[in-house]
């Protein structure tokens, strides 16, 4: 019997370029629990913002408990539970600075968890394996606690609570661009669909008081839809596979960036 021969005009299939492969790879999908922590923190700050300045500062060191728990996940610390003991202890130095609006002693405290991340390096027994990643782990979260308590300090006065209502309104509705991820074709446009959610929410706040100028609001929530949003677009290939710690770590913190937002429009606007 004779061997088959390939027929001649089976074309084999070119290989893949590297720009095709790289649309075929599917972005990572934000998960569903770093969406809905999100949406919950943005709404609890918002609900917070409207009841006082007290229900503010209490909220937001709340969170930034829950932060410390989870970022050392998130972040790739080698020693978490260290991590999150520096970060929790951080978080109750740095966000009662917040009890006076200048921010002065926010500075102290935020060197107070500059140390305590070296100092607990310093006690390690297992080593200096993963030092650096460790201490960027601590730093990350000790951004992300101080960005928050910013704007505890901006919501002291009409304008900042405001501002603060329309930060959170746009970061809890950008949280729908995250659920359109699932659908490949819209990837390129789920940015400006943040932007554009944000913008919407943040208008609607505008309407509703007299504190803060349009513009000013609108321009708010473009900057926290669009920084929220991607802080989740950011974290979701890692916190993809960490379990809920490292996804929680990831919707919260995309919320607590928005303070320094809010906080920035509050002086400069």
């Known amino acids: 019997m004779m061997a088959r021969v390939p027929d001649d005009d089976v074309v084999p299939a070119a290989p893949a370029s590297p720009v095709t492969a790289a649309r075929a790879s599917a972005v990572p999908a934000v998960q569903p629990v770093t969406v809905g ?3 919950a923190t943005a709404l609890v700050l918002l609900v917070a913002a409207t009841t006082g300045y007290a229900a503010v ?6 969170l930034a408990l829950v932060l410390a728990w989870c970022w050392p996940v998130l972040g790739g610390s080698v020693t978490p539970r260290a991590t999150a003991v520096v970060l929790a202890l951080s978080a109750l130095a740095i966000v009662p600075a917040a009890l ?11 060197a107070f968890g500059l140390l305590l991340s070296f100092f607990a390096q310093l006690l390690r027994r297992t080593g200096r394996e993963g030092l650096v990643l460790t201490l960027l782990a601590s730093f990350g979260g000790l951004v992300l606690i101080t960005s928050a308590t910013t704007a505890v300090a901006s919501s002291t006065t009409d304008r900042g609570s405001a501002l603060l209502l ?4 746009a970061a809890a509705v ?4 995250d659920l359109l991820g699932s659908v490949r074709r819209l990837h390129p446009f789920l940015v400006v ?3 554009v959610l944000g913008v919407l929410a943040a208008a609607l706040v505008a309407t509703r008081t007299d504190a803060v100028s349009a513009g000013t609001a609108l321009a ?3 900057a926290a839809g669009v920084a929220s949003f991607s802080f989740r677009r950011v974290a979701a290939e890692a916190s993809a596979g960490l379990g809920v710690r490292g996804q929680v770590a990831a919707g919260v913190g995309s919320v607590l960036l928005v303070g320094a937002l809010v906080r920035l429009f509050t002086v400069v606007g």
Do not use: F, Q
């Open 100 to 110: 006076r609006d200048d921010l002065r002693w926010s500075a102290a405290a935020v």
């Open 37 to 39: 922590a999100a949406v």
């Open 193 to 195: 669909a943040a932007l």
């Open 174 to 177: 950008a949280g729908l661009a």
């Open 220 to 222: 708010l929530g473009a």
């Open 166 to 169: 329309a930060g959170m309104a």
């Open 57 to 62: 500062l209490g909220t937001t060191l709340v």
